[in-house]
């Protein structure tokens, strides 16, 4: 009688947990979810920061052949120059000195690009827009830079 008792108080025990689990399994990839795109926002955030911000000293906002908001910068390390891009749901940031250069994404996640807008607000202040997706989840971030020892300018051709 006590083994059929505590069978049964373990069935319904077992059957509360699987319950509540299904409650808490959506939530849990909604917020693991929401955390990558996030982080993935900051270090692309944080990059731009460093490198526009505070070592550019001339930044050229233009389109690429896709029409998409392309950044280059010259900057104050004389012959280093970056150019960041949207290619293939990536952000690519290219690195060139001298001679040499190389071209890499930002980030490896599986957090895409679906878009990024580069905004000009005044001389000094660049306003960069990011659409970023993962699974379902979609969230546009926006973060305002400081160029530092720079000045931005539009090329609109």
């Not at 077992?14 to 509540?20: A, E, N, T």
Request: charged share 20%.
């Amino acid at each position: 009688m006590e083994f059929v008792f505590s069978f049964i108080i373990t069935i319904s025990f077992m059957l509360l947990v699987f319950k509540g689990v299904q409650h808490v399994l959506p939530s849990w990839t909604r917020l693991t979810n929401q955390t990558s795109l996030y982080d993935v926002s900051h270090y692309i955030f944080a990059n731009l920061e460093k490198n526009v911000g505070y070592e550019a000293t001339s930044i050229i906002i233009s389109k690429d052949a896709k029409h998409n908001d392309r950044l280059s910068c010259q900057t104050n390390q004389g012959d280093l120059s970056y150019i960041f891009s949207l290619e293939n749901k990536y952000i690519y940031k290219t690195t060139k000195k001298a001679t040499t250069s190389g071209k890499n994404p930002l980030y490896v996640s599986d957090c895409l690009v679906e878009g990024w807008k580069l905004s000009k607000i005044n001389n000094k202040m660049l306003l960069v827009e990011l659409t970023l997706r993962k699974n379902n989840r979609q969230e546009t971030l926006t973060k305002v830079i400081n160029c530092i020892n720079g000045s931005i300018i539009i090329n609109e051709s």
